[in-house]
């Protein structure tokens, strides 16, 4: 019991940190872009919640997400594993650039912004692609 209430405290306290992070981004964020967000564990690398646009970008719903790894939506995943590692050990933004594949097996490119959160455990991450 415990655990599940330190659990959901860190999963609302990383909704938190990305609803501030979000506010950052949409400083620089054009009209004409699709925002997806995603926070993963840096231990499993799996979605623990996804949300802005990332139905309308890749056609997923959140509750299909939550759970799964980013190599189910990520071609060439090691690259970007690799990258997201280097946030999670740096402490900073990592920026990269890569393909997300959608329901239907097509691919999107999106652009990442990314970064770990020793307090909360967690690896908030923003992307932004073409509507």
Known sequence: M???LT???KLTIAKLELKQLEFI???SVRHNDYVIRCITCPDTNKFLAVNGDWEKVTDFK????VGKVWADFIPESEKVLDKIDRSNKD???ESFICDVRKKDGTCTSVDWKSKFFPEINA???IG???K
Do not use: A, P, W
């Open 2 to 4: 415990q655990k599940e």
């Open 7 to 9: 659990s959901n405290l």
């Open 25 to 27: 981004d949409k400083l």
């Open 62 to 65: 959140e509750v299909d997400c």
């Open 91 to 93: 402490g900073g933004f």
């Open 123 to 125: 690896i908030v991450t």
């Open 128 to 130: 932004r692609t073409k």
